[in-house]
């Protein structure tokens, strides 16, 4: 790729980052410009850079506005989390929209049926400690709740009405989440209706992060199948932590590469956040930011290479597999992997 090219999408990727040409912290701006002689170098850094924290606090104002407003609109026995990017400092726009989660607190759901089986067998001693079993016997003994769909019907219903009367700015149509823009801070916020959800290794581990929510549909009056939102951003952190910050570069440099691609990669936020987690950090946490390139180059060609690899990779919360019965998103994983080829022979070239 032509080294004037490499300085265009660097600039394209600060434009996102940084709309209103904010400062760059001064730890931030001191490397960049150790880096200068070289447009490829430039480039990667400026793609594994986080959002100015400014950016990232209006988005979360906005949602906690949202919030507030709900609240005192009358809404009650609900709780509000949030999910998505934001949550894990891995967006790459400066006016990234946040999602607040309204999870509803009069009832939960869980699956039922394998504690039943787990409870039925008669060598659960040697599989779960008392302490579990017990949480296990206190979920079978919990009545049958019908009035679930009526209930978040009404929590959608009601937060559209309040909704309504304070932002000018709102689309109701959309299935599974109220969108409304604060057009003071400009920043969209997508309210998404819920409920708590736990499966066994909810159930035994005490909840608390391993809880899962289902999305209600507002067109089919149902919930969708349950995720796992508050694990992902804990581990994603965690791990990130760990590692100096270097897995959520990792992250930000294949949402930015995919940004700037013309090629077709349907992957998002989900596999880019199971591609670079799986990945053992004693490979990378000492590593330079340009040989992080490296990493994620030999990681994604090991997927494309091998079924039994790419078959096995798992979402960050082990609720799912990423690639297996999924061609699609394998063939986008190599074309992908065409991209990131690229940039890692230009790098070294450059170094």
């Avoid at 989900?270 to 990681?299: H, M, P």
Wanted: with cysteine; net charge neutral; aromatic share 10%.
């Amino acid at each position: 790729m032509a080294a004037n090219r490499y300085r265009s999408l660097a600039d394209e990727v600060y434009a996102r980052q940084n709309p209103d040409n904010l400062i760059l912290e001064k730890s931030i701006a001191d490397e960049l410009s150790s880096v200068s002689y070289s447009d490829v170098l430039y480039y990667v850094r400026i793609a594994m850079n986080g959002v100015n924290p400014t950016y990232t606090q209006k988005s979360k104002l906005a949602g906690e506005y949202v919030k507030d407003h709900l609240v005192a609109g009358g809404l009650k026995n609900v709780t509000f989390e949030y999910q998505g990017s934001v949550m894990t400092n891995t967006h790459i726009k400066g006016t990234s929209d946040i999602d607040l989660l309204a999870i509803s607190d009069k009832f939960y759901s869980r699956s039922i049926f394998e504690v039943n089986t787990i409870l039925s067998d008669n060598n659960i001693q040697n599989k779960y400690y008392p302490s579990q079993i017990e949480r296990l016997a206190l979920e079978q003994g919990r009545p049958y709740y019908s009035g679930s769909e009526a209930d978040l019907a009404k929590l959608r219903y009601d937060s559209e009405a309040i909704l309504t009367d304070v932002y000018s700015v709102i689309e109701k149509r959309k299935p599974k989440s109220i969108k409304i823009t604060n057009t003071n801070l400009k920043r969209d916020v997508d309210i998404v209706i819920a409920n708590w959800y736990d499966d066994i290794r909810s159930i035994v581990n005490g909840k608390g992060g391993y809880r899962g929510i289902q999305i209600y549909h507002k067109d089919k009056n149902t919930v969708g199948t349950p995720d796992y939102p508050f694990l992902s951003i804990e581990r994603i952190n965690a791990k990130s932590s760990e590692t100096g910050g270097r897995l959520k570069k990792m992250i930000r440099f294949l949402k930015n590469v995919k940004a700037k691609s013309s090629l077709g990669i349907d992957l998002n936020s989900f596999e880019f956040n199971a591609i670079t987690y799986d990945i053992a950090k004693e490979k990378y946490s000492g590593l330079a930011y340009y040989e992080l390139v490296y990493i994620i180059y030999q990681q994604i060609r090991s997927l494309c290479s091998s079924q039994i690899i790419s078959d096995s990779l798992q979402s960050v919360d082990e609720s799912e597999y990423i690639f297996r019965n999924k061609p699609d998103k394998l063939e986008s994983l190599k074309t992908l992997l065409i991209e990131i080829e690229s940039i890692y022979y230009d790098l070294n070239s450059a170094i």
